[in-house]
């Protein structure tokens, strides 16, 4: 059973994390993104994070190398540029940690949010 488990939590924390940028796309950019998107973007960023993970040990520069490579993966899939895609980031990570809470309270389940740093 404990592989279904994982698999379960595996969804429910990309679902968390593709609802979190979606929340943020929405915010910055203030029109109506794909859900689409936002899941490639969640999925490409976990991707991205579990294999340059590695940089994340590298003390001072590692996360902020690994931050920019996230924040890089939301540009390649929103317009706007950097600034805007470091905006839409900054808000999914709030939106991701009012998500855990709201989940966490609810008894739901306690997960991370995968394709969201640091959640």
């Given at each position: 059973?404990?592989p279904?488990?994982?698999?379960?939590?595996?969804?429910?924390?990309?679902?968390?994390?593709?609802?979190?940028?979606?929340?943020?796309?929405?915010?910055?950019?203030?029109?109506?993104?794909?859900?689409?998107?936002?899941?490639?973007?969640?999925?490409?960023?976990?991707?991205?994070?579990?294999?340059?993970?590695?940089?994340?040990?590298?003390?001072?520069?590692?996360?902020?190398?690994?931050?920019?490579?996230?924040?890089?993966?939301?540009?390649?899939?929103?317009p706007?540029?950097?600034?805007?895609?470091?905006?839409?980031?900054?808000?999914?990570?709030?939106?991701?940690?009012?998500?855990?809470?709201?989940?966490?309270?609810?008894?739901?389940?306690?997960?991370?949010?995968?394709?969201?740093?640091?959640?």
């Amino acid at each position: 059973m404990a592989p279904i488990d994982g698999l379960v939590v595996g969804i429910v924390s990309l679902l968390v994390g593709a609802l979190a940028i979606h929340i943020g796309a929405k915010l910055v950019l203030r029109k109506d993104p794909s859900f689409t998107n936002a899941v490639i973007a969640a999925g490409v960023g976990a991707l991205v994070y579990a294999l340059f993970g590695f940089l994340g040990g590298i003390p001072v520069v590692g996360p902020a190398l690994l931050l920019v490579l996230w924040i890089g993966v939301v540009n390649w899939r929103y317009p706007g540029g950097w600034l805007r895609a470091g905006a839409i980031g900054f808000a999914a990570w709030l939106a991701a940690i009012v998500l855990l809470w709201i989940l966490s309270i609810a008894n739901v389940v306690d997960v991370g949010a995968l394709g969201v740093p640091g959640v």
